[in-house]
């Protein structure tokens, strides 16, 4: 427990020797972190296995049962099936406009995966450059110093001014790095979701044409 509160104390320590930059880029660490934490959250209770999923709805599709297959996407509720029900509710219309309908919908769940998304981008875009700023500040006031003194300034206490600038550009950096990984992640898992969604969506078109050859 005295290890943690030892951390605790040096933590708030360097960030109050980091000057006054350090606390946007700390705001901006817990509200990524939040954003993270979120859409993780969020990425596993809605991408299911779409594969297995959609092999168990296109089984009703191809029986006519099309109730049946209504029933289990509420049962499973998940991108894909909220893209079904949103086709089988306008399964008599035209294919062209059918597939403007799936589209649609299906860019509305991917609106929904992208959420706070942006966000991330930002964060992980300013956190260095208040980081750079805050060691540019630092820096200007170690050598306002060094010209207040006619440059007769202890070097100890001058390399102490530069190291404590060096910390918000640190902590910038410390910020930017994880927060750019996991957008480059949630970004892939969104690529991922958009094709699925793109293939199975045509897969259910064409079940219906199957079912109904003269609608194609």
Known sequence: ???????????????????????????????????????????????????????????????????KAVDHCQKFPNPLGRLIQAGLDEKDLPRWKLEEKLSIAGQEEINSFGKNIRGLEVIATITPLMGLLGTVIGMVQAFNKVAQYQGQVNPGLLAGGIWEALLTTAAGLAVAIPTVVMLHYFEGRIERIRFQLSKYGQKFIHCFDERSPQNS
């Open 1 to 67: 427990m005295s290890g943690i509160t030892d951390l605790f104390q040096s933590s708030t320590g360097l960030i109050g020797k980091g000057g006054i930059i350090m606390f946007p880029i700390c705001l901006c660490s817990v509200v990524a972190l939040a954003i993270i934490v979120e859409r993780l959250i969020f990425f596993k209770k809605s991408s299911d296995n779409l594969d297995v999923f959609f092999n168990s709805v296109q089984r009703y599709l191809r029986l006519g049962e099309d109730e």
